[in-house]
C-alpha cells in the first residue's frame, strides 16, 4: 500500500490488515496462560499465578518471530533473557540512578540485535521490557530470584505446550541440546560487536551508521527512565517502555508507531475506566477475561497497532487488578505513561534529525 507523507504517521492507527489475523491458531498460546492463573487462584495465590502467566504471555510472542528458521528458539531465548533481565530489574529497582545506566545499556544492547534477523532484535527488546517491569517492584535478590523462577516456569511452560501443539517437539529437544553451540555464538557476536564499537571510537566517530539507532535508543531509554525514576509511581515503568517499543530507525515509523499506541492505550484505558466503574467481576472472572484479552493482543498484532495496544491495555488492567489494584487507576496511569513516553521518543527522533539538518547547513557553509 502507498502512502502520502501525512497518512504515513498515521498509517498504525487506520491500516487495519484483517489478513494477517491470526484468531484461530493463537489459541494455542493462551492455554498456559489459562493454566497459570488458574492454578494461581485455586492455590489461593493469585501473585503467583500472575508471574507465571506473565511469563508465558510474553514468551508466546516470540512464535511470531524467527531465529535460524525456528519459531521455538525466539521462545526459548526469551524465556532466559527475561528472566535474567527482571531478575536485574528488581534488585536495582527504580529509587536510584543504578537503573538509569542499566536501562539505557540494555536499551543500546537492544539496538545492534536489529542489525540481525527478526527474532535476536525481539529477544532483546523483551528483556529491556522486563528489566523496567521488574523495576518497579524492587526487593531483595532472594525473594526476587523467586519471583523469577515463578516468571520462568510460566515461559518454559508456553514453550514445551506450544512445541507440543505445534508438533515441534523433537525440534525443541535438538534447540536444547545446540544450547551450548547457541551461546557460544552469542559470545562471539557480542564480542565482535563490543570491536566495532572500539573501533569507530578510536576512529573519533562515536556514531556510524550501524551505530546510529542503538545510540538514539540509549539515549531515550536512560533520559525516560530518568524521568520515571523521579515520579515516584510504580507505573510509571510505562514511560520507558514505550519510549522504547515506538522508538523507531525512521521519523514516519516513530510517529506513527507513537500515535497509535497512545491513541489505542487511551481508548482502552477510557472504555476500562468505564467497565471497571459499574462492574465488580470475581477473582475468577477477571482471569477468565484477562485470558480473553491476551488472545485478542495475539491475534491483532499484525492486524492493526492501535488496536493491539487497546488489547493489551485490557490484558494489563484485568491481570493486574487480580493483584487488587484497582483497575481504573491501572488504566488512567497507562494511559498517562504511554502518552509521554511516546512524545519523549519523538521529541528525541525530531531532535536528532534537526541536529544533523544544521551539520548538514554548516558543512554547506563552509564549502
Not at 49 to 58: E, F, R
Amino acid at each position: 500500500m502507498n502512502l502520502n507523507p501525512a497518512s504515513a504517521y498515521l498509517a498504525d492507527s487506520y491500516v487495519f490488515k484483517w489478513q494477517n489475523q491470526t484468531f484461530v491458531s493463537d489459541l494455542i498460546f493462551v492455554i498456559p496462560i489459562a493454566i497459570c492463573l488458574g492454578v494461581g487462584l485455586a492455590i489461593r495465590h493469585p501473585g503467583a499465578g500472575i508471574l507465571a502467566a506473565a511469563g508465558a504471555m510474553t514468551v508466546g510472542f516470540g512464535a511470531k518471530h524467527i531465529i535460524d528458521e525456528s519459531r521455538l528458539l525466539p521462545m526459548i531465548f526469551a524465556t532466559v533473557g527475561i528472566a535474567f533481565s527482571t531478575f536485574v530489574g528488581m534488585v536495582a529497582g527504580h529509587d536510584n540512578g543504578l537503573l538509569v545506566a542499566m536501562a539505557a545499556l540494555w536499551a543500546f544492547g537492544y539496538g545492534l540485535l536489529t542489525e540481525r534477523p527478526d527474532g535476536y532484535g525481539w529477544v532483546g527488546q523483551q528483556c529491556v521490557v522486563m528489566l523496567l517491569v521488574g523495576s518497579a517492584f524492587p526487593i531483595a535478590a532472594k525473594p526476587a530470584a523467586v519471583r523469577v523462577l515463578l516468571l520462568g516456569a510460566g515461559g518454559a511452560m508456553q514453550v514445551l505446550w506450544s512445541s507440543v501443539a505445534l508438533r515441534l517437539f523433537a525440534q525443541l529437544c535438538t534447540h536444547l541440546l545446540d544450547m551450548a553451540r547457541y551461546m557460544h555464538e552469542e559470545e562471539v557476536a557480542l564480542r565482535a560487536a563490543v570491536e566495532q564499537i572500539a573501533r569507530t571510537v578510536k576512529r573519533g566517530r562515536f556514531v556510524d551508521a550501524k551505530l546510529a539507532y542503538p545510540m538514539r535508543l540509549l539515549v531515550t531509554v536512560g533520559l525516560s527512565t530518568e524521568i520515571y525514576r523521579r515520579l515516584h509511581f510504580t507505573s510509571g515503568y510505562w514511560i520507558p517502555m514505550t519510549a522504547l517499543v515506538v522508538l523507531k530507525p525512521g521519523l514516519a515509523d516513530t510517529a506513527s508507531r507513537a500515535i497509535a499506541r497512545t491513541l489505542g492505550t487511551v481508548a482502552g484505558a477510557w472504555a476500562l475506566s468505564l467497565l471497571v466503574a459499574h462492574v465488580a467481576p470475581s477473582p475468577v472472572e477477571l482471569a477468565v477475561i484477562s485470558v480473553v484479552f491476551a488472545w485478542l493482543s495475539y491475534a491483532t498484532l499484525n492486524v492493526n497497532y492501535a488496536l493491539f495496544a487497546v488489547c493489551i491495555t485490557g490484558y494489563i488492567v484485568f491481570l493486574l487488578s487480580l493483584a487488587k489494584i484497582p483497575g481504573a487507576t491501572i488504566a488512567e496511569r497507562r494511559a498517562f505513561c504511554t502518552a509521554l513516553g511516546g512524545a519523549i521518543a519523538l521529541t528525541v527522533r525530531l531532535v536528532v534529525i534537526q541536529r544533523r539538518k544544521s551539520r548538514i547547513s554548516e558543512v554547506n557553509v563552509e564549502h
